[in-house]
């Protein structure tokens, strides 16, 4: 049954492994090959670009997962649930729940020699125990709820000209609105500054 498994393994990476190459093969697109001339510059050879061009496609495009990821995932999702609905279960939970569902009967063996003797005892998560196993699940949830994104800044009002004071001066982008440098009021520190 194993080698079985490994033949149709084997099969199945052979078959993603040629499927790979032949998107190799693909025509280049003009995107493509104007990056790699503006690389390159001006004087380089169109050999030269294409090779470079293909060079730059080669491998998985960033931030694509691979196939053989997506594989994996769909075959360990028929054992139980995503890891972020079992993580959001236990964060929804209270502290008591748990506590409550940890709640179990062991027996333990008490004392030594002719003197053993075997007890049942009841065992449980503590509070303290329960609210850290929530917190772990809270903390593994927080970025889908607060990501570190960047601040947008609305510069749309007309008339006002942001200028960028810290590092090198940089050429504009875009359209430019006609207008006068307005300098930064700071605030009055009562020393006479301006």
Known sequence: MTAL?????RLVEA??????????????????????RAELGANAGGLSVVKHAREARKGRPKGVKN???DDFVRYLSQFG???AVA???ILAAPEEVHMERSRRERMKVVGKG????VVLITEEMTYEAAQSARLRAADMLMPYWHSKKPVAVDATIRGIILQEEIGEIRGARGS????DILGVALPDDGEGGE
């Open 81 to 83: 649930p995503d890891p």
């Open 15 to 36: 078959e993603t492994a040629e499927q790979e190459q032949l998107d190799l093969l693909e025509p280049l697109t003009a995107e493509e090959l104007a990056e790699a």
């Open 114 to 117: 002719d003197s053993a003797r």
């Open 176 to 179: 430019v609105i006609d207008g």
């Open 5 to 9: 498994m490994a033949e149709a393994k």
């Open 87 to 89: 993580a959001m279960q």
């Open 67 to 69: 196939r053989r990821t």
